[in-house]
C-alpha cells in the first residue's frame, strides 16, 4: 500500500499508445565521427589470462603477447523521436601475435591478421528494426559491463555476419498505456569461420515481455533460441541447406543427414530463458534475474529436467554517486545437464547433455571460442586443435563493480570457477581457476583529446596455472561532418 501511495498521478502514464515517436524532427544533429587506436598486450603464461581476452568479441589474441591496429567510421542514431532513423559502423583491425608453442589451432599459428570488428548497417522504420553486417549479437538486459555473458551470445566470439528483423528493444504494445512491453525478432547468420563444418548458418529467435512500465517493479520474461544448421561436412556431406530444412530448423523438428538429426532435431540446438524482476527508483535500480539454459526438449523455466542449472544474479546501478556506478554478482552452474544418463539398459533418460558439444557441428563455437558464456571452455585451449567442447560441467561466482572516480572510468571483475569436465557420473573437480581483472580509462584533453586504457588481469589455480597480463590501449575519435 505504501510502494503503491508513493507513485505520483504525473509518474503514471495514460497514452494509449507511448512509443515516443511524434511529428517532425528531432533537434538533434546527425554526426558522421572516426576512430583509430592501438593496443599491445604482454602476458607471462602460456596464454593471456581469462578476462584479458574473453567477452572481447574476440578482439583480444588468446596468445601471451599481440598487437591491434584499429581504425574506423561510425553514425549513430540520434532520433528517437522520429519516425525512422539509421545507424552505420566500419572498422577494421590489424593484429600481430605471438604463437602458442604446441598448439595445433590455426589461427595460433599465425604471426598477422586482419578482419571488421564491425561492418553494419541499422535502420529503424518506426518500431520495426532490421540489422545487416557484422555486429556482436549481445540481448542481455543484465549489465553488460559487469555480467559473465549468457549463456547463447555473450560476446564471447567475434560477431558473425548477419541480418536480423524485429524489435531490438522493448516497446510498448498497443493499448496498454506502456505498462505491457514486447521484444522479438528473427536473425540469419553466416558462420564464416570454416573450420569444420563448411559454409554453414546460425539461426536465431528471440521474444520477451516485460510488465511495469513507469511503475516502480517491473517483471520481464525474455526466451532465446538457436541452432548451428545447413552447410558441408567433412563425413556427412550435405547437411541441408534448403527452405526445408530451415524450416525444419526455426520448428526443432527432425531430419537432415546425420541419425542424430533424424532421431532428435536438424541442427545443433540451444536455448535460454530469463525471468528477471527490476525495482526502480529515482536515480537507481536493482535487478535479479534466474537465466535458465536448454539443449533437448523445451519445458518453461523452472519445469525443465535441468533445473538445478543455470544462470542466478543480482545487479545495482545508480547515476546519483558516480563513484560506484554498479555491482554485479551472478553464479552459474552447468554440472547436471538433466541427469547423468542420455540413454541407459533401452530407456532413454534425456541427459548427460555435454552443453555445446554437437557430433555433426563440433560445439556451440566460432573461430575456436565458445558463443555463449566462455566458462564453457572455448575450444581455442584443446591442444589437439579440435572443436569440442572438453568442459562443460562447472560452477563459478562472479563479481564485478564500475565506476567514475574523478574522470577515470574503472571495471573490476573477479571469478571463481570450478571445472568438472564432461563426465556427468563424476562429482571430481578437474581443476580451478581464480580470474581477476581490473580496467581504468581515462580522456585527457590536453593530449590531443585522446582516451588512454589500462588492463590489468591475472588467472591463478590449476586451469592454466598462475599467470599475469597487460593490456595498454590508446584511442582517438574526431568529427567528419554533420548534417
Given amino acids: 500500500m505504501l510502494l503503491c501511495a508513493s507513485i505520483s498521478a504525473r509518474e503514471l502514464s495514460w497514452n494509449f499508445w507511448p512509443t515516443g515517436i511524434q511529428d517532425g524532427v528531432s533537434a538533434g544533429e546527425d554526426t558522421l565521427r572516426w576512430m583509430a587506436g592501438v593496443s599491445a598486450v604482454a602476458s607471462s603464461g602460456k596464454y593471456a589470462p581469462f578476462w584479458l581476452q574473453s567477452n572481447s568479441n574476440g578482439d583480444v589474441s588468446s596468445s601471451p603477447f599481440s598487437g591491434n591496429l584499429t581504425a574506423g567510421i561510425y553514425k549513430d542514431a540520434v532520433h528517437p523521436e522520429r519516425w525512422w532513423d539509421y545507424d552505420f559502423g566500419i572498422q577494421i ?106 559454409n554453414n548458418y546460425i539461426h536465431h529467435k528471440f521474444a520477451g515481455i516485460r510488465l511495469g512500465g513507469k511503475l516502480p517493479v517491473n517483471i520481464s520474461y525474455e526466451f532465446h533460441h538457436a541452432a548451428q544448421w545447413g552447410g558441408i561436412h567433412p563425413e556427412f556431406g550435405d547437411l541441408g541447406s534448403d527452405w526445408s530444412s530451415f524450416l525444419r530448423v526455426l520448428t526443432a523438428q527432425a531430419g537432415g543427414a546425420t541419425r542424430s538429426d533424424q532421431q532428435n532435431a536438424q541442427g545443433n540446438h540451444v536455448g535460454s530463458q530469463q525471468l528477471m524482476l527490476t525495482v526502480k527508483g529515482k536515480g537507481w535500480d536493482v535487478s535479479a534475474y534466474w537465466q535458465n539454459f536448454f539443449e533437448d526438449n523445451f519445458a518453461f523455466i523452472g519445469m525443465g529436467q535441468n533445473l538445478a542449472d543455470g544462470l542466478w544474479g543480482v545487479s545495482v546501478k545508480q547515476t546519483r554517486w558516480r563513484f560506484i556506478e554498479g555491482v554485479t554478482y551472478e553464479f552459474l552452474n552447468t554440472t547436471d545437464q538433466s ?43 584443446n591442444e589437439d586443435g ?17 565506476g567514475d572516480i574523478y574522470g577515470y ?66 584511442r582517438k575519435n574526431g568529427l567528419i561532418c554533420q548534417w
Fill in 339 to 381: 541427469g547423468p544418463w542420455h540413454d541407459r539398459d533401452g530407456l532413454c533418460y534425456a541427459g548427460n547433455d555435454q552443453y555445446y558439444r554437437n557430433s555433426a557441428f563440433g560445439g556451440w563455437s566460432y573461430s575456436y571460442r565458445t558463443i555463449g558464456t566462455p566458462f564453457i571452455t572455448s575450444p581455442l585451449y
Fill in 93 to 198: 583491425t590489424g593484429r600481430v601475435q605471438s604463437l602458442i608453442p604446441g598448439s595445433a589451432i590455426p589461427a595460433q599459428q599465425k604471426y598477422g591478421t586482419g578482419y571488421f570488428n564491425q561492418l553494419y548497417a541499422h535502420v529503424r522504420l518506426y518500431i520495426f528494426d532490421i540489422t545487416a553486417g557484422i555486429k556482436p549479437m549481445i540481448y542481455e538486459t543484465q549489465d553488460t559491463a559487469l555480467s559473465m555473458g549468457s549463456m547463447v551470445f555473450s560476446g564471447n566470439s567475434q560477431p558473425l555476419p548477419r541480418i536480423t528483423i524485429g524489435f531490438d528493444k522493448y516497446i510498448p504494445f498497443p493499448g496498454c498505456y506502456g505498462y505491457f512491453e514486447i521484444k522479438g525478432g528473427l536473425t540469419h547468420a553466416w558462420q564464416t569461420d570454416n573450420i569444420y563444418v563448411r
Fill in 386 to 402: 579440435t572443436i569440442y567442447t572438453l568442459n562443460s560441467r562447472v560452477r563459478v561466482h562472479h563479481f564485478g563493480i564500475r
Fill in 409 to 474: 572510468q574503472y571495471r573490476l571483475k573477479t571469478s571463481y570457477a570450478r571445472n568438472y569436465g564432461n563426465d556427468n557420473t563424476s562429482r571430481e573437480v578437474l581443476s580451478n581457476n581464480t580470474a581477476l581483472l581490473l580496467e581504468v580509462y581515462k580522456h585527457v584533453p590536453q593530449a590531443w583529446g585522446m582516451d588512454f586504457g589500462l588492463r590489468l588481469a591475472a588467472d591463478f589455480g590449476t586451469q592454466w596455472g598462475n599467470q599475469f597480463g597487460a593490456q595498454i590501449t590508446i
